[in-house]
Nanobody, 123 residues
Framework: QVQLVESGGGSVQAGDSLRLSCAAS????????MAWFRHPPGKEREFVAA???????YYTDSVKGRFTISRDNAKNLVYLQMNSLQPEDTAVYYC?????????????????WGQGTQVTVSS
């Protein structure tokens, strides 16, 4: 049974940093591309960042230069380091895993999803 469990969310002030973690189990982690999506209040779910089976990363424009996605294949973990957080980053953040190398910005590419972790940024 595949499980993705996010942690590290919380309530912070604008300009602060948070690091989200996603622990994966039940899958051959190194064979999966991993991503973070977010669901802001009142909006559609959106792509944030992805990392392929290697080290290639992808970001949505609004987080480039502020967020960094990384993975630790030895520990089956994927991280999202979020710096200079802004109120518009407020959302539930989801970890996702895809047995694919293509379409990593698209939610429909992903096979497994976590339950999400709340990030709230106050001005």
């Amino acid at each position: 049974q595949v499980q993705l469990v996010e942690s590290g969310g919380g309530s912070v002030q604008a300009g602060d940093s948070l690091r989200l973690s996603c622990a994966a189990s039940g899958l051959t982690f190194r064979s999966y591309a991993m991503a973070w999506f977010r669901h802001p209040p009142g909006k559609e779910r959106e792509f944030v960042a992805a990392i392929n089976r290697g080290v290639t990363t992808y970001y949505t424009d609004s987080v480039k230069g502020r967020f960094t996605i990384s993975r630790d294949n030895a520990k089956n973990l994927v991280y999202l380091q979020m710096n200079s957080l802004q109120p518009e980053d407020t959302a539930v953040y989801y970890c996702a895993a895809a047995d694919s190398a293509l379409g990593l910005r698209l939610g429909r590419t992903y096979d497994y999803w976590g339950q999400g972790t709340q990030v709230t940024v106050s001005s």
